[in-house]
């Protein structure tokens, strides 16, 4: 890959920069257990992709809502009903989900020759506390409430194009997902990075499955940084 013809970076957040899996496993599996249940990780961040496909497959409705509706979706399937307090309790946690230990000091470097950007399946106002977290500032932040629409909805990189003012060709995606990111990113014409971290899911690239090949697949974004980045 060429870096050299690339302005801007965008990256997906939850997932890629944020390791929202420390954050919402926890959540689901101490409502499992509040309610005699128990299932392994892997099984429910599959429950989660689709629980949350499902939620952001209709009419939009923001980020909290969609949160919501996937603990009632996992109360319907394991036979319980949440309580105010559980159905509140993911998007009440986002503001302390943690960034990855290389996500700081790589976005700092690739800071320093690129414009960075972010592309979230989020609510501003939830961005803007994990924005608290990242440590650098983004020349955009395009999240789904601005966009009305869920990635993989082009309509998200549409948007972020004309906010940013950067032609495909200029533009390089990273994201976790194949099925949010690299396919959608891609049939635009932006080269994609896949950053294929560790996961309970390994090798799905977040919770959905696709078939879709990345121009480019890493472990993380400090080797993105490693690469874009020459001294």
Not at 27 to 37: C, D, T
Not at 67 to 83: A, D, K, N, W, Y
Not at 107 to 114: I, N
């Amino acid at each position: 890959m060429d870096f050299s013809t690339f302005t801007t970076i965008t990256f997906d957040c939850y997932g890629t920069l944020i390791d929202w899996e420390a954050g919402i496993l926890p959540i689901l599996q101490g409502i499992l257990a509040a309610h005699g249940q128990s299932l392994p990780d892997s099984a429910l961040l599959e429950l989660y992709g689709e629980f949350e496909a499902q939620a952001e497959a209709g009419p939009y409705q923001n980020y909290r809502r969609v949160l919501e509706s996937v603990i009632e979706q996992f109360g319907e399937r394991c036979g319980f009903r949440p309580t105010p307090a559980e159905l509140r309790s993911l998007h009440e946690s986002i503001p302390a989900w943690p960034p990855f230990r290389d996500t700081v000091a790589a976005l700092q470097r690739l800071g320093e020759s690129y414009q960075l950007a972010v592309i979230s399946n989020i609510d501003d106002d939830l961005f803007a506390e994990t924005r608290k977290h990242l440590g650098v500032e983004f020349a955009g932040v395009i999240t789904a409430q601005q966009a009305r629409s869920y990635k993989p909805s082009l309509n998200n990189f549409h948007l972020a194009l004309r906010k940013l003012g950067v032609e495909p060709s200029r533009l390089l995606h990273a994201g976790q997902s194949v099925y949010h990111d690299v396919i959608p990113a891609q049939s635009l014409g932006i080269s994609t990075v896949w950053v294929n971290r560790h996961s309970a899911r390994p090798g799905v690239g977040a919770v959905r499955e696709a078939s879709g090949k990345p121009d480019l697949e890493l472990p993380d974004v400090a080797t993105l940084a490693a690469l874009a980045v020459r001294d």
